[in-house]
């Protein structure tokens, strides 16, 4: 049977052209003569091996049916789904020379932005229904910003910023879109995955294997769920690597896939509803991790997405002069779309929006913290802070107590009395408050409940609510776990250095045969890692011996190190790995 199906592949592939005129959703493209022949050359590649194309289109009819429906559920093109084999070969832990991981190779800054988990627990980039989830939040954010899915798909690879450099803004918008040689190389590439795979969707797995869904193991270890399932552990993992240790989390539903043999059933893919019905308390599921983690000097010149809408990173010497115009937008729309006053300035490695925040949060509620206010919680979410006070039926100069809960997405109804949460968990991040150059509050480590005074036609109450734990994300451990050159910037000083990478100052000095903390001038690069023999050293080294289908990320993983430390370690300069080759990694 696998010979047989690998001959029908291969006899179709033969009649794979790249035709004039396509569509990516709504765009339609005309493809003149001399691109088309450069895409042809592309689709004959991928086509050209029977084998490697059919272990393709295996993998493609195992995971597509759950592209597809979390794509058509937030109105993503059909078409999108091919770019999965153009990012990753579906491969679920396949990692780039960036450190970009999973199916759609988000890195783990940005898997986080979109909603996805990256821990040392679970890694939902690679489980292929949540990070198609992440995805398709990925497309529309970037779909929103030039109005044609053609150019969402460059962006994909190139960022929003990087795909202004590619893409012409009088085709914003528009809905036919010519390709032509001049046309940016990696939508072209995607057009090409369109047309080799396309006429393979939905044809059966060679070995007659099929993926079914189950949700409700909150809880379970892995090898509870085999035995649960009857099936082999090593087989369940082998499709659930997202994972890494421990039991499925039980904070919300996490999507397992169990390996099946036989005829998949007609109705394979069942839509789940996101939908939640009307609460009258705080859901524990709802409060988000850290909102920008793994801030780069990339990041720091790039315009990026930040709860749907376009955002900038502010630079240690930015005012609200430098950050609009880097933006493109004058001074007045940005204090605009930022609920900012004349007075008010800008606040260094901070995020702000370079069009419109929304009239409503992506979250149900949020709970106070000290010294926050209402403006930093509208900036957090991305929602007007006009809004958010009339949401909560509020002045936006009203007095906002900690422990207050929020309503972020609907307004809370007059019947319903102002609540009030004993705050035991903390998120370890700096609350923002409205910017101004002596902004240096340090969060209370506990906070209690507190007497409050509100308007009279208004009860308040102090009721007892579930427990809310709200997630930490230690961005500057990672950071400093990735980064090991960092190039001066205007303004800085080896002190301000060491501050933000969280080393010290001393150590900058060694690394980089410094004489004084003065020796450094703008765009020099500075190493803000330790060197392999010092970071090593006291650590005890074992051997890994590499098994068949390992990846650099999951012996990272496994050993709870980065892809970087694993080739250091080893002075590996390639992700090339050979079977049985002894590896260096850190035991316990």
């Known amino acids: 049977m696998s010979w047989l199906f690998f001959a029908i592949i291969l006899s179709n592939s033969f009649a794979q052209t790249v035709p004039s005129k396509m569509m990516i959703g709504d765009v339609h493209l005309s493809i003149n003569e001399s691109a088309r022949k450069q895409i042809q050359k592309d689709v004959d590649r991928l086509t050209k091996s029977e084998t490697y194309y059919g272990i393709l289109v295996d993998r493609m009819n195992l995971y597509f049916p759950y592209i597809e429906r979390e794509h058509k559920k937030a109105g993503i093109p059909d078409e999108i789904k091919f770019l999965a084999i153009q990012e990753s070969a579906l491969i679920s832990d396949a990692v780039s020379s960036a450190n970009a991981v999973g199916f759609w190779q988000f890195k783990d800054f940005t898997g986080r932005e979109v909603g996805l988990t990256v821990d040392r627990k679970v890694d939902e980039r690679l489980n292929i229904v949540s990070a198609s989830r992440g995805s398709a939040k990925y497309f529309k954010t970037n779909n929103f910003y030039f109005d044609n899915w053609a150019y969402a798909v460059i962006a994909y690879q190139a960022g929003a910023g990087g795909a202004k450099k590619h893409t012409d803004k009088s085709n914003y918008g528009k809905t036919k879109l010519n390709i032509t040689t001049n046309t940016y190389w990696y939508l072209k590439k995607f057009i090409a995955y369109v047309v080799a795979f396309s006429p393979t969707v939905g044809r059966p797995h060679s070995e007659g294997i099929w993926l079914d869904e189950i949700t409700n193991v909150g809880g379970k270890t892995l090898e509870q769920i085999a035995r649960q399932e009857k099936i082999d552990v090593e087989e369940l993992k082998k499709y659930n690597k997202w994972l890494m240790r421990g039991s499925v989390p039980t904070d919300r539903a996490y999507s397992i896939m169990i390996p099946k043999k036989g005829t998949p059933p007609k109705n394979l893919v069942v839509e789940k509803s996101t939908k939640t019905n009307k609460i009258s308390e705080p859901q524990t599921k709802i409060y988000p991790t850290e909102l920008k983690p793994g801030i780069t000097e990339a990041n720091k010149s790039t315009i990026i997405p930040l709860n749907g809408i376009p ?15 880097r933006a493109g937008i004058s001074e007045k729309q940005f204090r605009k779309y930022n609920d900012m006053g004349l007075d008010d300035s800008v606040i260094s490695n901070e995020f702000y929006y370079v069009k419109k925040k929304k009239g409503k949060a992506k979250v149900g509620f949020h709970v106070a913290k000290s010294k926050e206010s209402l403006w930093g919680i509208s900036q957090q979410y991305g929602i ?33 009395p102002v609540a009030y949460h004993e705050i035991k968990t903390l998120a370890l991040t700096k609350p923002l408050t409205k910017p101004t150059a002596s902004t240096k509050e340090v969060e209370d480590a506990i906070l209690t409940k507190e007497s409050v005074e509100e308007p009279l036609d208004e009860e308040v109450i102090e009721e007892e609510v579930p427990s809310i734990e709200v997630p930490v994300v230690d961005t500057k451990e990672e950071r400093l776990r990735k980064v090991k050159i960092h190039t001066v910037a205007p303004g800085e000083s080896l002190w301000s250095i060491s501050q933000l990478y969280e080393v010290k100052l001393d150590d900058l000095l060694r690394w980089n045969e410094l004489p004084n903390p003065d020796a450094i001038k703008v765009n020099q690069n500075i190493q803000v890692k330790a060197p392999i023999e010092e970071a090593s050293e006291g650590k005890n080294i074992i051997k890994h011996t590499v098994q068949p289908g390992e990846t650099l990320y999951a012996i990272s993983r496994k050993y709870d190190m980065t892809v970087d430390e694993v080739m250091d370690l080893n002075e590996m300069t390639t992700f090339d790995l ?8 850190y035991g316990e």
């Open 384 to 416: 007007k802070v006009s809004k958010l006070a009339s949401r909560n039926r509020m002045s936006v100069i009203d007095e906002l107590k900690p422990g207050r809960v929020l309503w972020m997405d609907k307004t809370r109804p007059s019947s319903e």
């Open 311 to 325: 955002s900038i990173l502010a630079r240690a010497y930015d005012d609200v002069h430098s950050i609009s115009a």
């Open 578 to 585: 050979d079977v049985g080759r002894d590896l260096k990694v």
